[in-house]
């Protein structure tokens, strides 16, 4: 499939903005970036077995399109550092132009010297090495939701 062709899909599966943000069960919307299908699935099924509405995206093409269209309602931002044409922090700068308070969680398998030369550092940014617990996920998930932004900076 095709980028276009798995962009247009992204936006005919999912109802519109309105929709999910007047629902009488909305709850906390988090995009989750991963190219790795089953990390990625096991992520947010994690995720929507705590409550939290996800958004999924394999690339940083697909997270932009979904962004555009569900910003709104967005809080978090969990991606990998490492993804296909775009690297996570570079994501997560653009995302944070259009919506400042957007909070991020990076995930990597990478070590974490190699992290910080992609310019994250923990103190910077929330941070989830790889492999990660559904507890370790979630108590990060619920950590990023509850802090600050205005202490955070990518």
């Known amino acids: 499939m095709s980028q276009t062709e798995c962009a247009s ?16 069960e909305h709850r906390e919307t988090v995009l989750v970036v991963e190219d790795e299908a089953f990390v990625r699935e096991v992520t947010c099924e994690t995720l929507e077995s705590e409550g939290y509405r996800v958004l999924r995206a394999r690339t940083a093409e697909e997270a932009r399109t979904l962004f555009a269209r569900y910003r709104k309602i967005v809080r978090l931002l969990l991606t ?5 044409g775009q690297n996570g922090r570079e994501l997560a700068e653009e995302l944070r132009t259009a919506y400042p308070a ?6 990597s398998g990478y070590p974490e010297n190699a992290v910080t030369r992609l310019g994250i550092a923990q103190e910077d940014a929330f941070y989830l ?13 619920r950590a990023a939701l509850a802090t600050n932004v205005a202490r955070r900076s990518i």
């Open 129 to 141: 090495p790889k492999p990660f617990t559904a507890d370790s996920l979630i108590r990060r998930v």
């Open 102 to 107: 957007l909070r991020t969680i990076f995930t």
């Open 80 to 84: 990998d550092v490492v993804l296909p």
């Open 9 to 24: 899909q992204l936006r005919s599966e999912l109802p519109p903005v309105e929709i999910l943000a007047e629902s009488p």
